[in-house]
Nanobody, 126 residues
Framework: QVQLVESGGGSVQAGGSLRLSCAAS????????ILWFRQAAGKEREAVAR????????AVANSMKGRFTISQDNTKNTVALQMNSLNSEDTAMYYCAAKSARNWCETWSPAGYDVWGQGTQVTVSS
């Protein structure tokens, strides 16, 4: 069954903002590490931000600190990624991911997560 569904992607001009949402099944959402990754054309998938839904603890990748924030909504089982001051280098497919064996955040590596959404495209034009 579908356990993670992303939404909110689109096209935006440089300097603009977008808010992505990841809707999780109740099982996947509860006390689990949920991350946002992104993958630009021809590049490796890279971690963007993560949240441990059990405590609300968050972290953002160093290269995106100050522009991106991650948050959770326990009433909707969703994790949001607020992206501000976007530039062309932020153009990518954005994915949320989690572990089927729910656990705290242990790694930033995409290899550590086996549940993935279908992705949502973000395109930033200059």
């Amino acid at each position: 069954q579908v356990q993670l569904v992303e939404s909110g992607g689109g096209s935006v001009q440089a300097g603009g903002s977008l808010r992505l949402s990841c809707a999780a099944s109740a099982y996947i959402y509860r006390a689990n590490c949920i991350l946002w990754f992104r993958q630009a054309a021809g590049k490796e998938r890279e971690a963007v931000a993560r949240v441990y839904t059990g405590s609300g603890g968050t972290a953002v990748a160093n290269s995106m600190k100050g522009r991106f924030t991650i948050s959770q909504d326990n009433t909707k089982n969703t994790v949001a990624l607020q992206m501000n001051s976007l530039n062309s280098e932020d153009t990518a497919m954005y994915y949320c991911a989690a572990k089927s064996a729910r656990n705290w955040c242990e790694t930033w590596s995409p290899a550590g997560y086996d549940v993935w959404g279908q992705g949502t495209q973000v395109t930033v034009s200059s």
